[in-house]
């Protein structure tokens, strides 16, 4: 071989040493859906993985002639630039080079003797293997018949795609596990309220902890790991009252995450993609951003689920906000049936938000149908107004999350959402508009009109789909198949199904 020959080699041999040493975390199409409501409207992921996960994919060259000295690729393929590890994009991260030679001359592979060696299947690429059974298994739901169940089965236009989820629901039951970070002191960490309107965060803390079934204490067999931050106990023990300075906050959460990034590899492995937090304080979403990749990367729960303020239906996950005054649902589920709910509909509530005070202008004390108030008429219940209401109205307040949807769904009253921008708890699943009516902030006018356009039978079908849909916003303690905890469970799975990640 020339020394030119030679020289080409070597130019031609390092940027494939570099591109063959980086871990790719890919969310899929871009698409502002997530992968069980893709498959429900019959659009389907492309395969998890390429041919050969050692190597990135290179195209076979084209036959060269005798003299042939050198290979040509296609600059992509030899691409060393890092990309963006924003939004849904491809991400990657740069790792330590394998030693790899390419040799010109019918193209022949060679790798050093370490590689050489039978090779050994990595925890990452079993769990990887896991989930992409369980995206098949998935898959072909629609074409089954319903599976057994011994405590409910998902029937109904309620869901967008009953069997599809049964499916998914039954996978998370059979593989997902989750590992807990054990870092932090109560009560920033590892505690959360459970007695007031922030009351989920308490209670997914508490129900994660002593769960035996999804979480693992081996992070090497979790295929999503929880960060057990409670952003109402930073505001209460962290935050100085009326300072508007966010600061310690920020510093909180940013120590956490360079914590747990510094003793474990799995944040770093797939720069937060795979993690989660969970926060229904309204100033969920801001603390999430005090780390860049929390933010942008991983798996946000939240109740304050707008659109506006960068949530990410395919990435992050709605939480139904839920006022929980004692603890439990105890006389809070239950109603008459509609032949003893004279009113058409009702609210009542503070006047804060941008939606309120049009809804107030327009319906306070103007219709004895529609009973809209600022402060509830002396010696009237608000529970016994929602019971005899056919629909109860669930204007936003300062943020876009109201727990008048959940305690509408508990009275067996229709909700009618009313905002701009809110995501829905569950919506991948859930077909909100079969079984509540929702109303634009333009056509707060005509409510009227709308609600009186719902035909008896239509009011009906509504009111029975949602006394069915009302188990996955259950509280219980401890948690049932299918209710709110699951729910959440199972919404973090289908975003953790939505990311692949791949040494490579």
Known sequence: MSACSSAKLFLFMVPLVLVSCFVFVNIGPKSPTSFLTSLSTTHISSPLFPSSPSLPPVPAPAPAPQAAKEVSLPASALSTELESVQGDKNRTIQLDPINITFMSNNVTFTASSKRTKKRVTSNLEKIEFELQKARVAIKGASMDDPADDPDYVPLGPMYWNAKVFHRSYLEMEKQFKIFVYKEGEPPLFHDGPCKSIYSMEGNFIYEMERDTHFRTNNPDKAHAFYLPLSVVKMVRYVYQRDSHDFGPIRRTVRDYIDLVSDKYPFWNRSIGADHFILSCHDWGPEASFSHPHLGQNSIRALCNANTSERFKPRKDVSIPEINLRTGSLK???????????????????????????????????????????????????YPDMMRSSKFCLCPSGYEVASPRIVEALYSGCVPVLINSGYVPPFSDVLNWRSFSVIVSVEDIPKLKTILTSISPRQYLKMYRRVLKVRRHFEVNSPAKRFDVFHMILHSIWVRRLNVRIREV
């Open 331 to 381: 006389g809070l589920v239950g109603g008459p049936s509609p032949s003893v709910r004279p009113i058409l509909a009702f609210f009542a509530g503070g006047v804060h938000g941008p939606v309120r005070p049009v809804l107030l202008q327009h319906w306070e004390n103007k219709d004895n149908d529609i009973r809209v108030h600022k402060y509830l008429p002396k010696g009237t219940s």
